[in-house]
């Protein structure tokens, strides 16, 4: 089946009493068992829930891995991960990282003994003199936030696996419509749920597919043993989102290149980032790695006075943090997501705004922009 067809019916068949054609939200935190020790399926709903079991099913199927897990946030995903761990490992990440990896690196887990460095992944050479013996993990994040730089995901799971290390590929930007690390050589590919696979902005969750069968059988552990998991209503809607994940990723991709283009050519625009335009850096990777080149643009304006002026000017983007919505957004991520992030090592200019183009008319989408920027 293509990946249209199994986002709509891998994990999803009519239930066996009622014939729904939806999944059940089952929202039950205990199950009666038939006998002493003999429970049917789970015996607490921490350990496993039949509207999550369905989701992590499909999103298995979606990456291309055997086993998908579920978790109550992206950062919950990240989270049961780094548990895997031990200390003395070290693990190397991004300089762009999403900032929540980078401030659960730096500010809870150091005390843990985990060691960190953070590299530039689009420069290969410099990858290689920073991976070291004890590296574990590598933290591959493509394209990144916010200059949408491209990662060679084969190339770093390569270098990762000569190290001895895993690779971890953040797909949240991509995902697995766009692209598909476990295919490319990525032993696990992470989520954050919130953004395009639930897609209506309605929910938290995170999501984990692997096919190596030592990480699934302790990341099977950890989600219980350390309970980050989602409830099932929120499993629920994210199930309801990937149904149309290859509609929205299509109308997300046709908007975000048209605003690329007429940002590109816009006198009071300095410089866009878009993996889509053939000058940028990442664009050959992206080319080879990815379907399309996403929703996500971000730009750059002459001031910071100006910045801040068209993001609050706009009316149909909204002035929010997050992305992947239907509703197209629009943040600054210097005062917003990556304030938050001290001691981070990329420098985010006040100039630059980051939009996440929704699946609006994109000639609504154009008009709001040309009188923002006046
Ligand atoms: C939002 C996000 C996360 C964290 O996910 P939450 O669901 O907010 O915990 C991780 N990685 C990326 C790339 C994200 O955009």
Known sequence: MRFETRAIHVGQDPDAEFGSVNVPIYQTSTYAQPAVGKPKAWDYARAGNPTREALQQVLASLEGGSKGLCFSSGLGATTTLLLTLKPGDHVLISDDVYGGTYRLLARVMDGWGLAFDTVDMT??????????????????????????????????????HRAGARCVVDNTFATPYLQRPLELGADVVLHSMTKYLGGHSDLIG???????????????????????????????LALRGVKTL???????????????EFLQNHPKVTRVHYPGLPGHPGFE???????????????????????????????????????????????????MTHASVSGSPIEVPDTLIRLSVGIEHPDDLLGDLEQALG
């Open 206 to 236: 995170g999501a984990l597919v692997t096919s190596d069968e030592e990480l699934t059988e302790r990341l099977a552990f950890l989600v219980n043993a350390a309970g980050a998991v989602p409830g099932p209503m929120d499993c629920y």
């Open 123 to 160: 420069d290969l050479v410099a990858c290689r003199s920073v991976v070291r013996e004890d590296t574990a993990l590598v933290w591959v994040e493509s394209p990144t936030n916010p200059f949408l730089k491209v990662v060679d995901i084969a190339a770093v799971a390569d270098l990762a």
């Open 285 to 335: 990777v992206a080319v080879r790695q990815m379907r399309d080149f996403g929703g996500m643009v971000s730009f750059e304006v002459e001031s910071r006075d100006e910045a801040i002026h068209v993001a609050e000017s706009t009316e149909l983007f909204f002035l929010a943090e997050s992305l992947g919505g239907v509703e197209s957004l629009i943040e600054l991520p210097g005062p």
């Open 246 to 260: 290859a509609l929205r990723m299509e109308a997300h991709c046709r908007g975000a290149k048209q605003i690329a």
